[in-house]
């Protein structure tokens, strides 16, 4: 369980684009994507935390910014 394979994955995903929430399928696979390395944590949890940060940071964001504010938000 680490934080590094979160971030490999979703820069996977989101290679050539920025996260933006703005697509109900793209907060799912997130929310995926973390449940599934931190199989411990709530899953209401892990998506409160991804609404969280994609209410609070309007913007498109790169996986790392995304990844931080999520990480903060968990600890």
Do not use: H
Request: one cysteine or more; proline letters at 7%; charged letters at 25%.
């Amino acid at each position: 369980m680490s934080w590094n394979k979160v971030e490999y994955n979703c820069r996977a995903i989101y290679e050539y684009q920025f996260i933006n929430g703005e697509k109900p399928m793209e907060r799912r696979i997130l929310i995926q994507v973390i449940a599934e390395e931190f199989p411990d944590l709530p899953r209401v949890r892990i998506a409160y935390a991804v609404d969280r940060c994609i209410n609070t940071v309007a913007a498109p964001m790169s996986p790392s910014t995304f990844l931080t504010f999520v990480q903060s938000y968990l600890r």
